[in-house]
């Protein structure tokens, strides 16, 4: 029954920041690791961010560290992605995905972030 909606996309010129922020449905939240990945057109959909079930260990993918952060108010069941210092290589379709119990996958329907001058 967990659902995940993802918002916060947008335009954005090269060097700026945005916030992504991902949603849940149910108030258990806190038990999910959540996750950040991206894709564009004629790319494998990579993942960028994860944040563990308490949010105390986050990963980053290479390209994104130091420049992003991922994290999670449990209170709120909800997961942000902070951008800050867009590249145009950024551009893509950001999606969340919560993993739980059983390989339990469930993910959102994305939002557009496009970086341009």
């Known amino acids: 029954q967990l659902q995940v909606v993802e918002s916060g996309g947008g335009l954005v010129q090269p060097g700026g920041s945005l916030r992504l922020s991902c949603q849940a449905s149910?108030?258990?939240?806190?038990?999910?690791?959540m996750s950040w990945y991206r894709e564009t057109p004629g790319k494998e959909r990579e993942l960028v961010a994860s944040?563990?079930?308490?949010?105390?260990?986050?990963r980053f993918l290479d390209a994104v560290k130091g420049r992003f952060n991922i994290s999670r108010d449990n209170a709120k069941s909800t997961a942000y992605l902070q951008m800050n210092n867009l590249k145009l290589e950024d551009t893509a379709m950001y999606y969340c995905?919560?993993?739980?119990?059983?390989?339990?996958?469930?993910w959102g329907q994305g939002t557009q972030v496009t970086v341009a001058s």
């Open positions: 944040i563990d079930s308490s949010g105390g260990r986050t």
């Open positions: 149910q108030f258990d939240f806190s038990i999910y690791v």
């Open positions: 995905k919560a993993r739980g119990p059983w390989g339990l996958e469930v």
